[in-house]
């Protein structure tokens, strides 16, 4: 029985149309295994689980099912929203914009920044 080195070697010798063929088949298994692992994590976890008999009664029923959720993004876009009704009802909204320029210095031309890569 070959190792796996003398298998490489072996293959390195073959014309290229070979190894091509061969490298395009060891992607597909690679690939093929990955999606197998993450099919059967998925089923395992029930992650493509639908709640009744059919969608049209999921539907009826108004169950929603989330998972993997990041309540933290929601309770900080909430809080975002609260603060905004939460403002004082007088005051009316606005956008003020700061020039943060500098204002160049008479009479000498500014340097140009170069940037070593």
């Known amino acids: 029985m070959k190792t796996i080195f003398e298998h490489i070697e ?42 009744g008999n059919s969608f049209a009664e999921s539907v009826e029923k108004g169950n929603t099912l989330t998972t993997g959720a990041d309540t933290t993004a929601t309770s900080q876009l909430a809080g975002a929203g609260a603060a ?3 403002q004082d009802a007088e005051t ?19 340097e140009q920044t170069t940037l070593p890569f």
């Open 84 to 86: 905004a009704v939460l």
């Open 92 to 110: 009316p909204a606005h956008i003020e914009i700061v020039n943060t320029t500098p204002e160049p210095s008479k009479g000498k031309q500014a």
């Open 10 to 51: 072996h293959i390195k010798g073959k014309p290229h149309h070979i190894r091509k063929r061969v490298a395009y088949a060891a992607a597909a298994c690679g690939a093929s295994l990955i999606a197998l692992i993450w099919l059967a994590g998925s089923i395992s976890t029930n992650a493509f689980a639908i709640s």
